[in-house]
Structures are given as structure tokens and as C-alpha cells.
């Protein structure tokens, strides 16, 4: 075997370092940011998307792209702290469970044994003494 190389030229429109990176899809949240390995990038460009790609290239360094264009951004070293909102005033005196009233349907037994014996409370009959006596007869 001779000693001639066989290797060729990489063409020009052939990125090796696109092709040779590790390509996660992360999303985009709602202050432009995006985490990746417990780093967070803040994204300069204004983009409608939800999802980026992260492509980590072979000698370190960190592309952000969308639909295969790239995207500026800037790591963000300190994380900015949340606000902490006051707690809601509490009252001092808990609530008073609900008492129904008297006339609930769930104190009906007890609110029907109260005012039975009240006659205004009673329905009168509609049909008289003597109309009860014919209907009661056998004929």
C-alpha cells in the first residue's frame, strides 16, 4: 500500500461544526430566556417562538438558533432574585360555620314539629262534613 491520502476537502457550504454538535430543543420562556446545563441565556433577538435550538459545538461554545438562524443572546451569570409578595391579611378571628335558619330544609322535621299545632299553619279542607258523610256511605 502506498502512503497517499485519501481524505478530502470539506466543502464550502458544509458547516463540520453544526453538523458535529449535540442539538437540544429547549424552550423559549416569556422574559426571553432559555436554561441549558444549569446556565441561563438571555436571548437579544426578538423572535414569536416558543422553541429554540441549543447546540452545543465540539470546542465548547454555545449556539442558539431558530429555524437554522442564529439568534444573539448573552449568558446571564446572576440570576435575578424574585420579589416576595406580602401574604394576604389574615383575620384575627376565624370564620363562624354557617347556620342555616330555621325554615331550611334541613331543619324541616324540626321546624314542621315547632309550628304544627298553630291551626293557621294547617290547610282547611275544601270539601264539608256532609259531602264526607255521602262519599263514606255504602250504598
Known amino acids: 500500500m502506498g ?3 485519501l481524505h478530502r476537502e470539506v466543502p464550502k457550504h458544509i458547516n ?5 454538535s449535540i442539538k437540544t430543543e429547549r424552550a ?21 417562538s416558543k422553541k429554540v435550538i441549543v447546540e452545543e459545538r465540539i470546542n465548547g461554545r454555545i449556539f442558539i438558533s431558530y429555524k437554522r438562524k442564529a439568534l444573539s443572546y448573552k449568558e446571564i451569570t446572576l440570576r435575578p432574585k424574585k420579589k416576595e409578595e406580602p401574604k394576604p391579611y389574615m383575620p384575627l378571628e376565624p370564620k363562624r360555620p354557617y347556620i ?36 263514606l256511605t255504602v250504598t
Open 100 to 135: 342555616p335558619p330555621i325554615d331550611h330544609p334541613w331543619k324541616r322535621p324540626l321546624y314542621e314539629a315547632r309550628y304544627k299545632h298553630y291551626p293557621e299553619n294547617e290547610q282547611k279542607e275544601k270539601v264539608g262534613q256532609k259531602e264526607k258523610e255521602l262519599l
Open 16 to 20: 463540520l461544526d453544526s453538523i458535529l
Open 3 to 5: 502512503k497517499t491520502d
Open 28 to 48: 423559549l420562556r416569556n422574559d426571553f430566556t432559555v436554561a441549558h446545563n444549569r446556565k441561563l441565556y438571555q436571548v437579544l433577538s426578538y423572535i414569536t
